[in-house]
């Protein structure tokens, strides 16, 4: 469903933190950092596969999702 309404991950965070209260986004925003320091220096397969099998999520990283959901997760503009 996430890609068929907002085409891609990046586009869902922006439009989580257009939506969410601001408790809302810091907690998932601070979720997303304990994700990435528990990840640090694991290759894409190995991550995605965490997210896939362990958390259950149908969404696949590409190399520089990362990047772009973290700066919609900080307010920054797409670069």
Do not use: H
Request: proline share 4%.
């Amino acid at each position: 469903d996430m890609a068929d309404e907002y085409g891609t991950l990046e586009e869902a965070a922006r439009q989580f933190c257009e939506d969410a209260d601001r408790g809302e986004r810091k907690t998932v925003a601070d979720e997303w950092q304990r994700f990435l320091a528990q990840t640090k220096g694991q290759p894409l397969a190995v991550i995605n596969k965490i997210l896939t099998e362990k958390l259950g999520s149908s969404c696949r990283l590409q190399s520089d999702d990362v990047d772009k959901i973290s700066r919609a997760f900080q307010g920054l503009p797409p670069e």
